[in-house]
């Protein structure tokens, strides 16, 4: 069995958001929910200040806080390593929310469009976005990235992995010695967010200049 | 330097009432059952003790299912005691209603008989305070568990919440019994001065609680938030000078110049004061609630949605 996992090159990406927004179009995230995000982080002062962009998303630990603590059993681990919530089972405690060190879990009440100032009925391609987000998700339940699990079946790599222009997003399996984030992670001491919680990360970085 | 760490956003007043009501329940069974083995010029007190316990969580438990996101679902609250403190706690919480509502139909109608029953009221009492210390220590417990929030993670919290909680028990107590015809003055006097020592117990376990928060700077800023920044009004004027001064102060004057009916002038205003603050200091731990920052080799950001 695969365990999939993310490598994220910290010295090639430049913060251009299209992992956020690719995932905003695959996903049908509504307002206010974004799987894939790209933070600024700075560190030092001024000579040697530095900035960096980081680009999180869930972390699919090996050892997920989220999961020990869904009371409802609506979480679930696949034995790929992707962890999922059922969006029929969960009741919507937030108690995820406040146990993932990564701020991977997100919820919302409604719909906000995206376009308040539009008058009448949402458009057409809004419309089917939102349509498509009561269908896999809805509002209330806690909402995460699967690492875009539909597509992976299909052969094709995660929406964020495809969109990234600078090539700083790699997909595959990390039991695999021999694929291609293996390597990466071997080679280029690969870490992982925030190990002092335990949660073993499946999603590596590699370090910026 | 981590810039920006926000509190979280998530909890709010609703599960503050939760975990106060849930602690003031318990403590409020703990206080009758006590009572009802003392016996004598305790009866009535005991009454209205454990009379508190089932209707004070039971609406607490009705401000948890207010704040969930799909409420359809809060049946399923108990699929994971093996690792999940929800699930845990709400099986804690039902056995206590539960237990907490036999216990008073010992006094009613249909079951009147039973209050003769001493032996088997007196074991349920022993079985339902249990559940009630455990109702009391698990909500500061559940914040424990998340654990990437520092200010809720630690020994303290749980301590802290079951002061609190058996000092606003009584306070109820006291603050029913005071308008109750068939209660003791004395019975009052005396849980005024047990208060008293509550009181000064829980300003400790406080000082320490905000103490343990030194060792990381997100717990610091959740101490910073409390007593300097957003929150330090409430904290201030409802915890510590409402909550805690004000109620000391009145107990230790009604105790100490007036004995006897006279308690009740005191007891009335102290115990409104010290179950507010019960409730404000729910809603500053929970306010005061702040992730770490991720850290990513040298770099340290704050959570974007938290």
């Not at chain 1, 879990?105 to 809004?126: I, K, N």
């Not at chain 2, 438990?61 to 609250?77: E, H, Q, S, V």
């Not at chain 2, 101490?223 to 107990?251: K, M, N, Q, S, Y």
């Not at chain 2, 770490?292 to 080799?297: C, D, M, S, T, V």
Request: net charge neutral; hydrophobic share 50%.
């Amino acid at each position: 069995m695969p365990r999939y996992g993310f490598v994220i090159d910290l010295k090639r990406c430049y913060g251009c958001y299209s992992c956020q927004v690719a995932c905003k179009a695959a996903n049908h995230t509504p307002r206010g929910i974004d799987w894939a995000r790209c933070v600024p982080a700075e560190t030092g002062s001024f000579p040697a200040a530095l900035r960096q962009m980081v680009p999180l998303i869930c972390q699919q630990c090996a050892e997920p806080e989220c999961l020990k603590v869904c009371p409802t059993g609506a979480t679930t681990q696949d034995e790929n390593g992707i962890v999922h919530v059922d969006k029929d089972l969960c009741m919507g405690c937030k108690y995820c929310i406040q146990a993932c060190p990564y701020g991977a879990r997100q919820t919302v009440d409604g719909w906000q469009t995206y376009f308040p100032d539009a008058e009448g009925d949402l458009d057409p391609y809004e419309a089917y976005a939102k349509a498509r987000w009561e269908e896999k998700n809805g509002y209330g339940m806690a909402t995460k990235c699967d690492y875009c699990m539909d597509r992976v079946k299909e052969g094709r790599d995660p929406a964020c992995a495809e969109a990234c222009p600078a090539k700083a997003r790699y997909f595959g399996d990390l039991e695999d010695p021999e694929s291609e984030v293996s390597i990466l992670i071997r080679r280029e001491r690969g870490f992982q967010l925030n190990p002092e919680f335990g949660t073993d990360p499946s999603c590596y970085y590699l370090p910026p200049r | 330097m981590i810039p920006n760490l926000k509190a979280q956003s998530k909890w709010r007043w609703l599960i503050a009432a939760y975990l106060f009501l849930a602690g003031l329940g318990g403590g409020a069974y703990v206080t009758g059952v006590v009572a009802d083995f003392l016996g004598g010029e305790w009866a009535g007190m005991a009454r209205i003790g454990i009379a508190l316990g089932f209707p004070c969580v039971l609406v607490g438990c009705i401000f948890l299912m207010a704040d969930l996101g799909t409420p359809k679902n809060f049946w399923r609250a108990a699929m994971r005691p093996n690792t999940s403190w929800i699930a845990r706690g709400t099986i804690i919480i039902t056995v206590f209603m539960i237990l907490g509502l036999i216990h008073v139909a010992f006094w009613l109608w249909p079951f009147k008989g039973l209050a003769e029953a001493t032996g088997a009221r007196h074991f349920l009492g022993v079985l339902g305070t249990l559940f009630a210390f455990g109702t009391m220590i698990y909500t500061g417990v559940l914040l424990g568990a998340a654990r990437p929030i520092a200010f809720w993670s630690t020994a303290m919290l749980p301590l802290l919440f079951l002061v609190s909680a058996l000092s606003t028990g009584i306070m109820a107590v006291v603050l029913v019994a005071s308008f109750a015809a068939e209660t003791h003055a004395g019975a009052i006097h005396s849980l005024a001065r047990i208060d008293t020592v509550l009181i000064i117990l829980e300003m400790f376990v406080l000082v320490f609680y905000l103490q343990a928060t030194h060792r990381v700077p997100e717990s610091r800023a959740s101490a910073e938030l409390l007593l300097r920044g957003a929150w330090a009004p409430l904290f201030w004027w409802g915890v510590a000078i409402l909550g805690l001064i004000v109620p000391l102060l009145l107990d230790l004057f009604g105790v100490s110049s007036v004995a006897g009916a006279r308690a009740a002038v005191f007891a009335v205003p102290a115990s409104l004061c010290g179950i507010a603050g019960g409730l404000f200091l729910r809603q500053v731990v929970l306010a005061g609630g702040i992730h770490a920052p991720l850290r990513a080799g040298r770099f340290e950001v704050a959570l974007p949605i938290v």
